[in-house]
């Protein structure tokens, strides 16, 4: 009962107050006439011993199993393509006539100013982060093209604004 309510062994202040502990050296017993240990008694240690190889019997219930190793998955065939079939259609959002001429000129606007931003920091010296933006910014900008070729103009438009976005930034930060 007195162990579980001492509270926690981490937690528990010690006996004394650390900061007046004091070191204390041990008090050597002077050696009186018995030091060379001639009157002291040997002890005699009675040990009763099993051989080892009573004990040591390995105990395997199976053989082992055999290591084999896996064989290897084929690989995934390449769709082909049936001749006559055609291309899987994509999934893109209908757009009204409004909304379609909207998004090309919106698309067409940001792929503008983003070139035109480009083209101002192209004779410039640029770190490694602004060369990193200046690959994005291409990549966005030919990522919008194919999606624009594609029809997808909700997309295109995405791509272009992301483009936009990050030109702008690489034109402040130059």
């Known amino acids: 009962m007195a162990f579980g309510m001492s509270g926690c062994v981490v937690r528990?202040?010690?006996?004394?107050?650390?900061?007046?502990?004091?070191?204390?050296?041990?008090v050597v017993q002077p050696r009186g006439a018995a030091a060379d240990g001639a009157d002291l008694e040997v002890p005699e240690f009675n040990l009763a011993l099993e051989p080892l190889a009573a004990l040591m019997v390995p105990v395997r219930m199976a053989p082992p199993r055999p290591r084999v190793p896996p064989a290897p998955s084929p690989a995934?065939?390449?769709?082909?393509?049936?001749?006559?079939?055609?291309?899987a259609p994509t999934i893109a959002p209908?757009?009204?006539?409004?909304?379609?001429?909207?998004a090309q000129q919106e698309t067409n606007e940001s792929m503008d100013i983003?070139?035109?931003?480009?083209?101002?920091?192209?004779?410039?010296?640029?770190?490694?982060?602004?060369?990193?933006?200046?690959?994005?910014?291409?990549?966005f900008l030919k990522d919008a093209r194919e999606a624009a070729r594609a029809g997808d103009w909700g997309l295109a438009r995405n791509l272009a604004?992301?483009?936009?976005?990050?030109?702008?930034?690489?034109l402040r930060s130059v």
């Open 94 to 102: 209908q757009l009204s006539q409004a909304e379609f001429a909207a």
């Open 12 to 26: 528990r202040r010690p006996a004394i107050p650390w900061s007046s502990a004091v070191q204390v050296r041990p």
């Open 76 to 87: 995934p065939a390449a769709p082909v393509a049936a001749e006559g079939k055609p291309p």
């Open 161 to 170: 604004k992301k483009a936009q976005v990050l030109s702008e930034e690489l």
């Open 114 to 139: 983003a070139e035109k931003n480009l083209a101002a920091t192209s004779g410039k010296r640029l770190n490694a982060a602004q060369s990193d933006l200046v690959s994005k910014i291409k990549g």
